[in-house]
């Protein structure tokens, strides 16, 4: 991504949050110069991977393939005795137009809620005991104390203030109902690591064909996602045929 397509999407959810009222901890907002004068007392972002997370997947296209979030507290599982916290909670931004991939978590479970803006749309599928999507039983969804049932691949509706619950091993995609504006969504989950904890694999139809526009078709199928987050400094890592490769900023 080049830094000014990250300035503006850091300037986007920052105005996003103001508008609802949403105000950020003061770590979002130091500079990668005071980043560079803080010690140890700030070990907690960064060993908990705290801060920014601004991705276009690797596509190159933010505008169609893109979040924006804020991780604003977070345990680690990998240091359960420094950080004994077993709960995350994220601030998650979804532009008219944009698509975050189908995936699920192999150890959080998690409740997305709409904070605030349009409606967003999460499809959801089961996933089978290889880890590949079920594209025939119906899913249990759990929204605002409400159980019921819905075919696979049916998506879910979230206006301002309802929420979903999503559990392990459970497919689900993110985009914005069209006409109905850009969305703050917020995240409240288990221990959060985007190194380890998310496996994507977009849907196809019966004849093995993408499910999905072909706009949305060449996102690569991976077991992992991994961002560098560093507050107002902030540098996206996609995966590529189950590797880690660095998308650059460029200037």
């Known amino acids: 991504m080049k830094r000014s ?37 700030y ?3 960064r060993e908990c991977m705290l801060g920014w997370d601004i991705t276009d997947y690797g596509k190159g296209d933010f505008d169609k ?9 977070n345990g ?8 004994p916290k077993v709960y995350a909670e994220k601030l998650l931004y979804l532009k008219e137009g944009q698509y975050a991939p189908n995936h699920f978590h192999w150890y959080k ?20 005991p290889d880890e590949e999507i079920d594209y025939e039983s119906d899913v249990t969804v759990h929204t605002d104390g409400r159980a019921y049932h819905v075919p696979a691949g049916t998506q879910i509706r979230l206006t301002p203030g309802e929420s979903i619950h999503i559990q392990q091993y459970m497919y689900h995609d993110f985009e914005v ?7 703050l ?8 690591d985007d190194n380890t904890d998310n496996r994507f694999n977009l849907p196809q139809d019966r004849r093995g064909r993408p499910a999905l526009p072909s706009a949305l078709q060449r996102i690569p199928r991976c077991k992992g996602m991994k961002y560098k987050k560093a507050s107002a400094l902030a540098e ?3 995966c590529l045929h189950g590797q880690l490769y660095s998308s650059p900023i460029q200037p």
């Open 76 to 83: 680690n599982r990998a240091l359960p005795d420094k950080y």
């Open 5 to 41: 397509e990250i300035n503006r999407a850091l300037k986007e959810l920052e105005a996003m949050c103001r508008k609802h009222c949403c105000y950020l901890p003061p770590f979002c907002g130091f500079t990668p110069e005071q980043w560079q004068t803080l010690g140890h007392e």
């Open 109 to 128: 479970t998690e409740d997305i809620i709409n904070r605030g803006g349009g409606n967003v749309l999460i499809r959801v599928y089961n996933s089978l």
């Open 177 to 183: 109902e069209p006409g109905t504006g850009a969305v």
């Open 236 to 238: 996206a890592f996609f």
């Open 43 to 45: 070990d907690e972002v």
């Open 65 to 73: 393939f893109g979040f924006s979030l804020i991780t604003i507290r």
């Open 185 to 192: 969504l917020g995240e409240v989950s288990q221990c959060n």
